[in-house]
T-cell receptor
Framework: DGGITQSPKYLFRKEGQNVTLSCEQN?????MYWYRQDPGQGLRLIYY???????QKGDIAEGYSVSREKKESFPLTVTSAQKNPTAFYLC?????????????FGSGTQLSVL | QKEVEQNSGPLSVPEGAIASLNCTYS??????FFWYRQYSGKSPELIMF????GDKEDGRFTAQLNKASQYVSLLIRDSQPSDSATYLC??????????FGTGTRLTVIP
């Protein structure tokens, strides 16, 4: 089945620790995105990538890092510099160009601080 | 002015009624508009998209777009308890990514 796979479903971070969230897609989409959702809030864009080996900061990139070495994969690292990391993290992908902006989401990762 | 604004709700309607969800946006250059449904603890799923002024219907859902007023809405006819969810409005930005509103929580009362 085509889709987006995020792992793990739940993740716990200790103080000062970096953690990496995985996102893989087999939809052959060029663009991939990471959003953060806090309780009762909308989605805020962390990073996005429209092509392999290139990515751009979104609205709340501080304390996060990404890589895009393969078309299918867009991992997100939550670094120790992110002081309030507890949130629901959503990875998405889409085509590129006008009419192809529809986002398809993975099932999400809930990150909590120990 | 926020990029995308939605009534936070919650909005309650009786089963069988029409639910009306509203969204305004600030960037006049936006061309694409989306409605996502999100159940509690789940990821958003796309239910409607609209690019042109006017109405677009898909089953019980109708999206309405008025670019002059920078307004997009979603109507749900014959509301069902299974429609109870948070509805997110999303608008494309010039940088080719989507900006989401904070969502409107809808409860359909049996």
């Amino acid at each position: 089945d085509g889709g987006i796979t995020q792992s793990p479903k739940y993740l716990f971070r200790k103080e000062g620790q970096n953690v990496t969230l995985s996102c893989e897609q087999n939809l052959n989409h060029d663009a991939m995105y990471w959003y953060r959702q806090d309780p009762g809030q909308g989605l805020r864009l962390i990073y996005y990538s429209q092509i392999v080996n290139d990515f751009q900061k979104g609205d709340i990139a501080e304390g996060y890092s990404v890589s895009r070495e393969k078309k299918e994969s867009f991992p997100l690292t939550v670094t120790s510099a992110q002081k309030n990391p507890t949130a629901f993290y959503l990875c998405a992908s889409s085509g590129t160009g006008a009419g192809n902006e529809k986002l398809f989401f993975g099932s999400g990762t809930q990150l909590s601080v120990l | 002015q926020k990029e995308v604004e939605q009534n936070s709700g919650p909005l309650s309607v009786p089963e069988g009624a029409i639910a009306s969800l509203n969204c305004t946006y600030s960037d006049r250059g936006s061309q694409s508009f989306f409605w996502y449904r999100q159940y509690s603890g789940k990821s958003p799923e796309l239910i409607m998209f609209i690019y042109s002024n006017g109405d677009k219907e898909d089953g019980r859902f109708t999206a309405q777009l008025n670019k002059a007023s920078q307004y997009v809405s979603l109507l749900i006819r014959d509301s069902q308890p299974s429609d109870s969810a948070t509805y997110l409005c999303a608008v494309n930005r010039r940088a080719n990514n989507l900006f989401f509103g904070t969502g409107t929580r809808l409860t359909v009362i049996p």
